[in-house]
Protein backbone atom coordinates (compact mmCIF):
# COMPACT_ATOMS: atom_id res chain seq x y z
CA UNK A 1 0.00 0.00 0.00
CA UNK A 2 3.07 2.59 0.23
CA UNK A 3 4.02 1.85 -2.86
CA UNK A 4 0.90 2.60 -4.12
CA UNK A 5 0.17 5.99 -2.13
CA UNK A 6 3.50 7.08 -2.66
CA UNK A 7 4.40 6.23 -6.31
CA UNK A 8 1.57 5.30 -8.28
CA UNK A 9 -1.17 7.89 -7.04
CA UNK A 10 0.73 11.10 -7.76
CA UNK A 11 0.85 10.39 -11.16
CA UNK A 12 -2.64 8.52 -11.56
CA UNK A 13 -4.20 11.73 -9.67
CA UNK A 14 -3.02 14.01 -12.00
CA UNK A 15 -3.55 12.15 -15.43
CA UNK A 16 -7.58 11.41 -13.72
CA UNK A 17 -7.64 15.00 -13.15
CA UNK A 18 -6.57 16.53 -17.08
CA UNK A 19 -9.02 13.36 -18.18
CA UNK A 20 -11.78 14.27 -16.54
CA UNK A 21 -11.39 18.47 -17.52
CA UNK A 22 -10.37 17.19 -21.15
CA UNK A 23 -13.81 14.83 -21.19
CA UNK A 24 -16.10 18.59 -20.00
CA UNK A 25 -16.19 19.56 -23.30
CA UNK A 26 -17.57 16.63 -25.41
CA UNK A 27 -20.21 16.01 -22.13
CA UNK A 28 -21.25 19.87 -22.84
CA UNK A 29 -21.53 19.36 -26.56
CA UNK A 30 -23.06 15.90 -26.10
CA UNK A 31 -25.47 17.18 -23.49
CA UNK A 32 -26.12 20.37 -25.97
CA UNK A 33 -26.70 18.18 -29.12
CA UNK A 34 -29.31 15.90 -27.20
CA UNK A 35 -31.05 19.19 -26.24
CA UNK A 36 -31.36 19.88 -30.00
CA UNK A 37 -32.84 16.96 -31.01
CA UNK A 38 -34.90 17.17 -28.34
CA UNK A 39 -33.51 14.41 -26.20
CA UNK A 40 -32.42 16.16 -23.36
CA UNK A 41 -33.61 18.11 -20.74
CA UNK A 42 -37.11 18.83 -21.40
CA UNK A 43 -38.54 22.54 -20.76
CA UNK A 44 -39.13 24.23 -18.84
CA UNK A 45 -35.60 23.33 -17.95
CA UNK A 46 -33.17 25.55 -19.63
CA UNK A 47 -30.45 24.06 -21.86
CA UNK A 48 -28.22 25.57 -24.49
CA UNK A 49 -29.00 22.75 -26.98
CA UNK A 50 -32.95 22.99 -26.61
CA UNK A 51 -32.59 27.03 -26.30
CA UNK A 52 -30.79 27.06 -30.06
CA UNK A 53 -33.95 24.68 -30.97
CA UNK A 54 -36.54 26.69 -30.00
CA UNK A 55 -34.88 30.27 -31.74
CA UNK A 56 -33.62 28.51 -34.86
CA UNK A 57 -36.80 29.52 -36.83
CA UNK A 58 -35.29 33.15 -36.25
CA UNK A 59 -31.87 33.05 -37.56
CA UNK A 60 -32.86 35.11 -40.46
CA UNK A 61 -34.25 38.10 -38.71
CA UNK A 62 -32.59 37.97 -35.35
CA UNK A 63 -29.36 36.22 -35.83
CA UNK A 64 -28.47 37.00 -32.43
CA UNK A 65 -30.80 35.34 -30.33
CA UNK A 66 -29.74 31.55 -31.40
CA UNK A 67 -26.07 32.41 -31.67
CA UNK A 68 -25.76 33.57 -27.94
CA UNK A 69 -26.44 30.19 -27.05
CA UNK A 70 -24.18 28.58 -29.51
CA UNK A 71 -21.03 30.78 -28.37
CA UNK A 72 -21.99 30.42 -24.90
CA UNK A 73 -21.51 25.90 -25.77
CA UNK A 74 -18.30 27.10 -27.66
CA UNK A 75 -16.53 29.18 -24.99
CA UNK A 76 -17.54 26.47 -21.97
CA UNK A 77 -16.03 24.09 -24.07
CA UNK A 78 -12.71 26.06 -25.02
CA UNK A 79 -12.70 26.74 -21.43
CA UNK A 80 -12.34 23.47 -20.40
CA UNK A 81 -10.00 22.51 -23.20
CA UNK A 82 -7.61 25.05 -22.16
CA UNK A 83 -8.08 24.09 -17.85
CA UNK A 84 -7.34 20.69 -19.05
CA UNK A 85 -3.99 21.83 -21.40
CA UNK A 86 -3.31 23.96 -18.33
CA UNK A 87 -3.63 21.67 -15.19
CA UNK A 88 -1.57 18.78 -17.71
CA UNK A 89 1.35 21.45 -18.04
CA UNK A 90 1.36 22.04 -14.09
CA UNK A 91 0.72 18.45 -12.61
CA UNK A 92 2.88 16.25 -15.35
CA UNK A 93 4.81 14.97 -13.30
CA UNK A 94 7.61 14.15 -16.30
CA UNK A 95 8.34 18.15 -16.18
CA UNK A 96 9.53 18.31 -13.09
Given at each position: ?8 M ?5 A ?28 P ?5 T???A ?42
Open positions: PRIVLRHVPLAVSVIVRVTLDMSAIILTAAGLGFLGMGAQPTPEWGMIATRGYILAQWWVPTIPGAAIFVAALAFNLLGDGLRDVLDPKQR
